[in-house]
T-cell receptor, first 110, second 116 residues
Framework: GQQVMQIPQYQHVQEGEDFTTYCNSSTTLSNIQWYKQRPGGHPVFLIQLVKSGEVKKQKRLTFQFGEAKKNSSLHITATQTTDVGTYFCAGLNYGQNFVFGPGTRLSVLP | GAVVSQHPSWVICKSGTSVKIECRSLDFQATTMFWYRQFPKQSLMLMATSNEGSKATYEQGVEKDKFLINHASLTLSTLTVTSAHPEDSSFYIC????????????FGDGTRLSIL
C-alpha cells in the first residue's frame, strides 16, 4: 500500500535558524497537504499542493511539490518559538484517503 | 470557520466499559468524517472513514465490532469503543471534511481515553 515517509523525525534549531522537513511517498500523489500540530493540540491544516512543481508561500513558510508528485518539502525561514510543533504531510493517492506521514517534531531554542 | 467539536476531551473508566465519543462539525456540513488514533509522539493512524448515511469503511486491522462508528447526520459522527480494555487507552481524534476527498480535514481537539 501507499507509504508516506518524513525526514527528519526530530529537529532542534536555534531561534532564527532555518528549518526544512521532507516528505516522500512510495506512489505518485494527486494532492499533498501539510498540517501543524502544536504540543497538546490537534492538527491544523496549513496548505494543499496539487500541481507538479508547485511552490506556495505563507509568510516564512515555503511549501514545494516535486515534479514527479512523489515528494514535498516545507521550509521555514528564520524560525520563531511559535513554530514549535509537529509538522505532518498527508498524501492523497488518486481517489483514496489521505495517508499521513509520521511527522517531524520541531523544537526551537530561544 | 470550519470548527469541529469533539466530546468528551478526557475519559477515565474501568475495563469492560463502553465509551462513546462524539464529533460535531459546528459551522459546516461534514460529508466525510475520519477517526484517528494517535499514540504519544507518533503520527495519526487512520481507523475508519465514515460518510453520512452509510456504513463506515474501516482500515485493515481495525475491528469494526470493537470500534462502532455512526455518522447519522452531516454534522455528527460517533465512535463507540465497546468493552474497552487497557490496551485501548489512547488519544482518539476525529476530523471532518466537506465534499470531495481532496478537501482539507478539520480536526477536533481529541479525546484522551484511559482504561483502568
Amino acid at each position: 500500500g501507499q507509504q508516506v515517509m518524513q525526514i527528519p523525525q526530530y529537529q532542534h534549531v536555534q531561534e532564527g535558524e532555518d528549518f526544512t522537513t521532507y516528505c516522500n511517498s512510495s506512489t505518485t500523489l494527486s494532492n499533498i497537504q501539510w498540517y501543524k500540530q502544536r504540543p497538546g493540540g490537534h492538527p491544523v491544516f496549513l496548505i494543499q499542493l496539487v500541481k507538479s512543481g508547485e511552490v506556495k508561500k505563507q509568510k516564512r513558510l515555503t511549501f514545494q511539490f516535486g515534479e514527479a508528485k512523489k515528494n514535498s518539502s516545507l521550509h521555514i525561514t528564520a524560525t520563531q518559538t511559535t513554530d514549535v510543533g509537529t509538522y505532518f504531510c498527508a498524501g492523497l493517492n488518486y481517489g483514496q484517503n489521505f495517508v499521513f506521514g509520521p511527522g517531524t517534531r520541531l523544537s526551537v531554542l530561544p | 470557520g470550519a470548527v469541529v467539536s469533539q466530546h468528551p476531551s478526557w475519559v477515565i473508566c474501568k475495563s469492560g466499559t463502553s465509551v462513546k465519543i462524539e464529533c460535531r462539525s459546528l459551522d459546516f456540513q461534514a460529508t466525510t468524517m475520519f477517526w484517528y488514533r494517535q499514540f504519544p509522539k507518533q503520527s495519526l493512524m487512520l481507523m475508519a472513514t465514515s460518510n453520512e448515511g452509510s456504513k463506515a469503511t474501516y482500515e485493515q486491522g481495525v475491528e469494526k465490532d470493537k470500534f462502532l462508528i455512526n455518522h447519522a447526520s452531516l454534522t455528527l459522527s460517533t465512535l463507540t469503543v465497546t468493552s474497552a480494555h487497557p490496551e485501548d487507552s489512547s488519544f482518539y481524534i476525529c476530523s471532518a471534511s466537506s465534499g470531495l476527498s481532496n478537501q482539507p480535514q478539520h480536526f477536533g481537539d481529541g479525546t484522551r481515553l484511559s482504561i483502568l
